[in-house]
Structures are given as structure tokens and as C-alpha cells.
């Protein structure tokens, strides 16, 4: 089914390779944008209502303690414009999310729990934080708009998706001209590629398991055989993968299209490509805990997380937001496929608990690399 | 009975996270708070002797020793030029010796990828410029190993030169009225006598190197090749995290480092290695000749690997505006090249107070660490107290224990006892001070050993208390070991990256966290490099005060 509709798709478009010339500036990220802030009545930011009145009271100037596995260059954006907006101040601790897991089970375990708040990159390990009741109950004023939109479809009312990941490739232009740059997945598998290419261990990564079950879905398991027997490298995280690419170490990298904007807008020669056979995309799990639950200014940044200003950070960044009333990720004039899009192939709950395990051990048995 | 209370620190700071690592490893769930399920199982243990963990032991087997014997090499070669002989310039091949440091071995490792990366490495973009059609690769065996040993080489060299220095030259001299040759007198006498700071320097290396996880990270992962501590990392930094399995293979490396430590204690115990009497001496230096200036080139090129291509590196790349170079040539374009990556590191409030911390905790964990090793050492070494071969065996533990899995230790330790010391700059404190037992107690053994005690006791038999003869005479005896034991734990702590990684909150962030931060988001990035090198002379500024301080006090 995907397929045709990727076909019919594939007719209609033409393969859009976006280039994203290397700028000084920061997408999203030119500091704090400015907003309509109305706090005569509760916090209404842009006509939206925020906190009402008596949360709001109870907010100011709290703080918020977050937990987050993204990069500290995108949740400094994002945390930034939410002290802009707020004046609520917020932490964050930085960690990746098997890390970020451990702690927080431990802490919640001794009844020392830390955090407000935790965004995580991988499902599974949010779904394990709930079960070990980490979470509390995470409700928005928006919860009819992000139900409709999907964001709701995992956590069990303990966690949403803050927003998607988008996984795509990029290549590097210094390396390899634009002519002849890949365009398709299946360009990915050309001989000159080999051990020139760079890829990410999909085990406790949501992003990149989200990424292999599509070419596994879309190709099957022999694409996985044949990227092997260009002798990848693999590493262990995308940001290390995507500092190899831009100094031209590998020609051509599996990574998220947030990555690959963020690292030409640092001045490297990234392109990231979205190819008409589809991108792949990923929840991120985001919710507040049981210490955040008894926090009214946690309470008003996941509000705000959700709402049109928070989620409009996100779409320069690269991310695709959870909500469809909010411009899309873009990168230049670009705009990046959105839930709903044919080619925006989301790993869905369904699609986890059926296939998960059996995507890691197929990729585990091709590399070899997790022992 | 001065060892009950030591054991309980020890206790405390090493037996309960070692412990629940232990426990880890016979148990079907990871032993965390709130977790506990005492469920055993021998399973964790069999995983052990799979056969990816082999390929993975003998490479960091192979690895560790040769990176041993070269760093031991060139730290004692290092140690006996400056300690020994005429060479000129004393002062600055001690500074040779001991600069490397201050480059922690993350910031050596990554910045050796910048400079031997084979596609884009500095020197492969230098030799193509040059059109020399050479070409190096660091992602291999032999590169691990280079960059190991020039890193881990400062560790001999301080203790050996602690050594040297002390070294009352009546046996020297004996040799020579006797009619020994100067090679013979080496030899015979002043090699052995260096013997307990060689192997104690070797021991450190090996397990350290062994269990270096972030060089292993950067420079063994992109030549595929597997080490125990990636093999490690993939067991725990990945979800769901195989912990049990980790800490299973934890304890598999404890008993063989606890077998290394014996085996050490074996060959030293079958004789004296006293030299220092506290009679006015100072160890003889050896004429070189028509070779003293030869003497400089091994140091020199020691130098030049170690501390200016790889500042060079990060200078370069924290000047660059872009992280491709395609020839040095490139770096003459317009815009090609500005500071601006340092702007942003000194206007990121976030960089003052990391480092705020670090020397809050590098100087009180050195502090601490230093007299605590120096009870221990005491203990273990001139007293009969029954749990002297407790007290040294625990101190030890850590080494033997991969940094990754002793942290979650530490994690759940401190979670679980009733001091509200989670969340703070003194958790951090505790914890470095368990972590870094070992190296502390290693330093201040090599030269307790070499102190003779006749003075001490001199001084108690006419009745001073032994407290008061131990402050008074042993400690100023021990000053240069002491001052190198406390500048040895400063720059351990000062380079932590891994246990902190687990502990730090936003309040308490290191600076080697907010580094491992930065390369983490684009390694190569202007700004990482920047900070690394603002890393590197902080960490030159906190070594050099307490020496230039100590002269001063002294003059």
C-alpha cells in the first residue's frame, strides 16, 4: 500500500535534494522570537491560552528541572524561548537516553527524584520509566488537537511526542558534487560508497530504529546485507557520525534531518537529502514525572511545549512539530514532509510492538556490532 | 587501631558501589533502588566468555601492554634525564615530562583524530600538500597505542622521577668504588632501586589504559575494532542496558587486576627498597658528555606528539569556519579562519560555572584523596595492623572496575544512603575520592617504601606522640611524593568524565562534562575545540600554582 502511494507520489514530485547553504545564523535559534504575552488572565501567549489563571499564579517564578536526551544546541533553543515567554526559570540536564533512564529509575527508586520533566529519544525506554512510575500524568489544555493529531498515540496519557524526528541521508558537497550526488536510497548502495559510509547503531535509539525498519519494510532485509557489504562505519551517535561527514571522513550519512541542518549551519559541507522513496519518523516521548507533577511551573512549560509557541520552535530546527496548526519543519525555503505526508513514514506503536525486536535482531545479526 | 576507622571510609566510598556492582553480577534485574529483587543467576557470568568478549580481551590486552611498556619507556627515560644525568635545560624536560598531563586523554584522543584521521586528518592533509603520498591512520591498533602511551607516559614519569630524585646515591657509590662501570652501577643498583615506582606506574598504566573507555571511544570504534570498554559501553549505553552482564564482566576484571596486584606485591616483597634516610643527600647525576645534547631529541619528540600537534590541532580547528579542509591552502580564503569560537566560550555563563566547579571539586577531591592515601599508605606499609591487606586490597578495587559500571555503583550508593549529599558538588567529591583511591594510594606507596622509618621512630622513642612524629618527620620527608601524589589526584579530577557523566546535575556540571557536551554535538566543532583548549591551560594554571607557591614557601 505504502509503496504505491510512494509510486504515484514519486510521479508527482521531483526528487527534492535540499541543499542548505552554510550561514552564520541559527534556525530557530536567532534568540527568543517575539510574541503577544497576555498575563492579565492566566498566561495567553499568541491568543492561546497557556494557564489559566490559577496555575499560572501558582507558576511565576518557579523553575522547572528538565531531563533531555536532544542535543544541547536544540534544547537551548527551545528552553530559551520558553524562559522568554514565561519568565519561568528551567534547567536542563543533558543525557543520552539509556543514561538518562538509569538515573532517573534510580532516583525515583530511592524516592530522589530530580526532574520536572524528561524528553527521551526512544519509546521503549519512555514506556519502561512509566512502568516504573517515573511519569505522571501528562494533560494539556490541547490534548483535543494533539489526540487528533497523533501525539497522543503513545505514553498512555504518562507521556506525548513533543515532536517527530525526521531520518533521512546527507551527503557531503565537497566531496561528492551535486550532480552526482545519491538521490534515492537505493543510490546509497553504489560501490563508490564504499567504506565511505556512516550509520547509526539503531539499539536504544527510536530515531534510528524507526529508520531501519522502513529500508527493511520498504527493500527488505537485503538492503541492510547489501549497505554491509560496503564495509560502513558505525557509530554509536549521530552527532559524532555528522562531525566525520562534515569534515569529509565519510562522503554520505544516515542521520536526522535536524542534524544535518545543524551541522551546515556550523559551516560544514552537509547536505541532507529527502528522497522521494520516503524519510522515516520517530516519536519523541515527553512528560512530566511525579516530582513535576506537583510542580506548577513544570506543568506550565509542558503546556507550553505543546502549545502553538512552543511547537513553533521546532520547525527550524529541522523537527517535524506533533502539531499540524503550526508550520512544518523546513530547512532553507524547504519544507520537510509532516505527519500525514505519503512519504512520511512514522514508526507507529503498532509497528514497534510488532517489529521492534525483530528489526534490532536483524540488524544486529547483519553488523555484528552490539556483541 | 587507626585501620577500623579507614576501613569504614573505604567501606563507604569503595565497598558498597563495588559491592552492588558484585551483587549486579549474579542477579537477573540491576540491583537499583526501589529494585531490588535478589533473583540470582550465574547467566551474567556465563555471557562472560562469549566469543565477542574474547576478540574484545585479547585487543585490549594487546593494547594495554604495549601501550604500557612504551609509556613506561618514555616517562622513565623522561624521568631519569632530568632526575639523573647532566643533560641541560633540567627544568624544561621536567616540564617535558609532565605538561601531557594536562591534556586529558579524551581531548589527546580527539585531537589525534583531527590530526591522523585518514581522509581528513591534519598531517594526511599536510603530506598530501607536500605531495609526500603518505598517509597515517589512527583508527588502528597501532594508533591506540601511540596515543595512550604519550599520554598516560606523565603517570611514570612523576613517580619514577619522585623516585629518582630521592634516591641516596652510598649504593651508587659503593658500585663505583668497587670498580662498576656506569652501565654496570645502572644496572645494579639504580634501575632496581627505581623497581617499586616502575611497577607501581605499570600497574596504573595497563589498568587504566585496559579500561580507558573515551580513547578507546574515539579511536578503536571507527577502525572496528572491539575493545572492553566499547564492548562495555554497548552493554550499558544502550536500551534496554545489559548491566548485569556489564558488572559480570567487571568482576572478571577485578580478580585478574587483583591477581596483577599480588603478583606486584610478590616481587617486591622479597626485598628493601629504602633509600631515603632523612640524612642531608641528593642523588647523583650522571655526566653524559658528548651525548648530552642527544638526550634532548627523544624528549623533544615526545613533546612535539604530545602536547604541540595536538594543541596545534584544536587551534587550528577552533579557528576554522568550516569543519572541511581540503589542503592548508584553503585556510588563506577570506573567512576562513576567526575567533569568534572563543567569544562564544567566555560569554556562555554555563562555561564559568563548570569550571567554577571543577576546581571546587579537582582541589578538595586532591585534598582529601592525598591524605587518605596517605593513611592508607601508612597503614598498609609501616604499621602491623591486621587489615593491612584489606585496606590496600580495597583501595585498589576501583582500578579494576571500568568507570561506566562503578558509576551506576556510585549512583545507587549514594541514592541509597540517608546524607544529603545527592545533587551537590560533594557527592562529586565522595566520589572521586573512591574512584581515584587506587592512584593515590599507588603514588605515596613507591615513596613510603623508599622512606627509611629510623627517624620517625628516632623521635617517638624521645617521646614525641607518633601522630606528631609522623607530621613532623615522615610527611616533610615525603614532600615532593606528596605534592605529586596531590598534583597527580588534581588532574585526575580535573579530567573525570565518565562518573560525573552519571552523578551531575545542572548546578554541579564539570567542565569535562560541558566538553564532552560539546564534541558530543558535532566533535569537530569550532567551539569544542575552543573550550579544549581553554580546558588545557586551566588545567596548566591549577598544576603550576601549587609548584610556584611551593617555591615560594620554600625560598
Known amino acids: 500500500m505504502r509503496r504505491t502511494t510512494r509510486s504515484l507520489l514519486t510521479a508527482a514530485i521531483a526528487v527534492a535534494v535540499l541543499g542548505v547553504t552554510a550561514c552564520g545564523g541559527t534556525s530557530g535559534g536567532d534568540g527568543p522570537a517575539a510574541r503577544s504575552i497576555d498575563t492579565s488572565n492566566g498566561l495567553v501567549i499568541d491568543g492561546e491560552t497557556i494557564a489559566d489563571q490559577a496555575l499560572w499564579e501558582k507558576a511565576k517564578g518557579g523553575n522547572v528541572s528538565l531531563a533531555t536526551a536532544l542535543t544541547e544546541r536544540e534544547e537551548k533553543v527551545i528552553t530559551e524561548q520558553f524562559k522568554a515567554d514565561t519568565g519561568i526559570a528551567l534547567d536542563f540536564v543533558r543525557l543520552p537516553t539509556p543514561k538518562l533512564f538509569e538515573r532517573a529509575v534510580s532516583e525515583k527508586g530511592a524516592g530522589k527524584l530530580s526532574f520536572d520533566v524528561i524528553r527521551v529519544t526512544d519509546t521503549t525506554a519512555a514506556e519502561e520509566m512509566a512502568k516504573n512510575g517515573v511519569f505522571g500524568q501528562t494533560r494539556t489544555p490541547f490534548d483535543d488537537q494533539l489526540r487528533k493529531d497523533g501525539a497522543l498515540d503513545i505514553g498512555g496519557g504518562n507521556f506525548v511526542s513533543a515532536f517527530y524526528a525526521i531520518y533521512t541521508f546527507a551527503y557531503n558537497s565537497q566531496a561528492i558534487p551535486s550532480a552526482s550526488a545519491p538521490k534515492t536510497w537505493e543510490n546509497l548502495l553504489d560501490p563508490s560508497y564504499k567504506g565511505k559510509i556512516g550509520l547509526v547503531n539503531p539499539n536504544g535509539s527510536g530515531y534510528n530504529t524507526a529508520l531501519t525498519d522502513m529500508l527493511i519494510q520498504d527493500y527488505g532485509d537485503r538492503y541492510l546485507k547489501d549497505m554491509q557489504a560496503l564495509g560502513p562505519r558505525i557509530f554509536d551517535s549521530v552527532s559524532v557520525m555528522g562531525t566525520a561527514l562534515g569534515q569529509g571522513e565519510l562522503t554520505v550519512g544516515l542521520m536526522g534531518a535536524n542534524s544535518a541542518l545543524s551541522l551546515a549551519e556550523q559551516g560544514a559541507p552537509v547536505v541532507a537529502v529527502i528522497p522521494p522513496d520516503g524519510v522515516s519518523a520517530g516519536y519523541t516521548p515527553f512528560g512530566i514525572t511525579i516530582k513535576g507533577a506537583e510542580n506548577p511551573a513544570a506543568q506550565v512549560f509542558v503546556n507550553w511545549q505543546m502549545s502553538r509557541a512552543g511547537q513553533s520552535k521546532l520547525g527550524p530546527l529541522g523537527l517535524a512539530p506533533a502539531r499540524s496548526d503550526v508550520e512544518p519543519a523546513r530547512m532553507g525555503d524547504a519544507v520537510l514532509p509532516k505527519p500525514g505526508d505519503p512519504n512520511f513514514t512514522l514508526f507507529t506503536t503498532a509497528d514497534r510492538q510488532q517489529r521492534q525486536a525483530a528489526v534490532l535482531a536483524t540488524w544486529n545479526g547483519i553488523f555484528r556490532y552490539t556483541g | ?555
Not at chain 2, 611524593?481 to 552523578?503: G, H, I, Q
Request: aromatic share 10%.
Open chain 2, 1 to 555: 587501631m587507626p585501620s577500623i576507622p579507614l576501613l569504614v571510609v573505604l567501606a563507604v566510598l569503595i565497598l558498597v558501589p563495588v559491592g552492588l556492582v558484585a551483587l549486579a553480577a549474579v542477579s537477573v534485574d540491576v540491583p537499583r533502588p526501589g529494585g531490588f529483587t535478589f533473583d540470582l543467576t550465574l547467566a551474567n557470568l556465563a555471557s562472560v566468555v562469549s566469543g565477542a568478549v574474547g576478540s574484545a580481551t585479547i585487543n585490549s590486552l594487546g593494547i594495554a601492554t604495549a601501550a604500557t611498556v612504551l609509556a613506561v619507556a618514555i616517562g622513565g627515560y623522561v624521568a631519569f634525564v632530568t632526575a639523573r644525568t647532566d643533560a641541560p635545560f633540567g627544568r624544561a624536560i621536567y616540564a617535558c615530562g609532565l605538561i601531557p598531563m594536562f591534556l586529558p586523554s579524551y581531548v589527546g584522543a580527539l585531537a589525534w583524530a583531527m590530526l591522523g584521521s585518514p581522509a581528513s586528518g591534519l598531517l594526511n592533509v599536510a603530506f598530501r600538500d607536500l605531495g609526500l603520498g603518505l598517509e597515517i591512520n589512527v583508527y588502528s591498533r597501532v594508533g591506540l597505542v601511540l596515543v595512550c602511551a604519550l599520554f598516560y607516559a606523565p603517570y611514570a614519569f612523576l613517580l619514577i622521577h619522585a623516585s629518582m630524585t630521592m634516591m641516596n646515591p652510598d649504593l651508587e657509590d659503593a658500585a663505583a668504588i668497587h670498580g662498576g662501570s656506569r652501565w654496570r652501577m645502572l644496572r645494579s643498583v639504580t634501575f632496581p632501586l627505581a623497581l617499586p615506582a616502575v611497577l607501581g606506574s605499570a600497574l596504573l598504566i595497563f589498568v587504566l589504559v585496559l579500561e580507558n573507555f573515551p580513547v578507546a571511544q574515539v579511536l578503536a570504534t571507527p577502525g572496528n575494532i572491539e575493545t572492553l570498554p566499547t564492548y562495555i559501553y554497548r552493554m550499558m549505553g544502550f536500551f534496554p542496558s545489559r548491566g548485569t552482564e556489564a558488572a559480570a564482566l567487571a568482576v572478571v576484571l577485578v580478580a585478574f587486576v587483583v591477581l596483577l596486584t599480588l603478583a606486584q606485591r610478590r616481587v617486591l616483597a622479597k626485598r628493601s627498597f629504602t633509600t631515603v634516610t632523612g640524612k642531608g643527600m641528593r642523588a647523583r647525576r650522571i655526566a653524559l658528555g658528548r651525548f648530552r645534547w642527544l638526550a634532548l631529541v627523544p624528549v623533544l619528540l615526545y613533546f612535539v606528539a604530545s602536547i604541540v600537534l595536538p594543541l596545534g590541532a584544536l587551534l587550528v580547528t577552533s579557528l576554522r569556519t568550516s569543519p572541511f579542509m581540503p589542503s592548508f591552502s584553503s585556510l588563506l580564503r577570506p573567512g576562513a579562519l576567526d575567533g569568534s569560537a572563543f567569544g562564544t566560550v567566555f560569554a556562555d555563563a554555563q562555561f564559568w560555572s563548570s569550571t567554577v566547579n571543577s576546581v571546587i571539586v579537582a582541589v578538595a577531591a586532591a585534598l582529601g584523596g592525598t591524605v587518605l592515601s596517605f593513611a592508607v599508605a601508612y597503614v598498609v606499609y609501616r604499621t602491623s595492623a591486621r587489615a593491612r591487606a584489606q585496606l590496600e586490597a580495597i583501595s585498589m578495587l576501583p582500578l579494576a572496575i571500568p568507570a561506566l559500571v562503578l558509576g551506576m555503583g556510585i549512583l545507587w550508593t549514594w541514592l541509597l544512603i540517608p546524607l544529603p549529599l545527592y545533587g551537590t558538588l560533594g557527592l562529586l567529591v565522595v566520589a572521586f575520592l573512591g574512584v581515584q583511591m587506587p592512584q593515590g594510594l599507588r603514588s605515596v606507596a613507591a615513596s613510603i617504601r623508599s622512606t627509611d622509618r629510623d627517624l620517625e621512630d628516632s623521635a617517638v622513642v624521645h617521646g614525641r606522640s607518633r601522630v606528631r612524629a609522623v607530621l613532623g618527620i615522615t610527611v616533610p620527608l615525603m614532600k615532593v611524593a606528596l605534592s605529586s601524589t596531590f598534583l597527580l589526584l588534581l588532574m585526575l579530577s580535573m579530567r573525570e568524565l565518565t562518573v560525573p557523566l552519571l552523578l551531575y546535575t545542572r548546578d554541579t556540571t564539570l567542565l569535562s562534562v560541558a566538553i564532552f557536551d560539546r564534541f558530543e554535538n558535532g566533535g569537530g566543532s569550532q567551539s569544542a575545540a575552543a573550550i579544549s583548549l581553554v580546558y588545557c591551560l586551566l588545567m596548566f594554571v591549577l598544576a603550576y600554582l601549587p609548584r610556584r607557591f611551593g617555591q615560594k614557601a620554600n625560598a
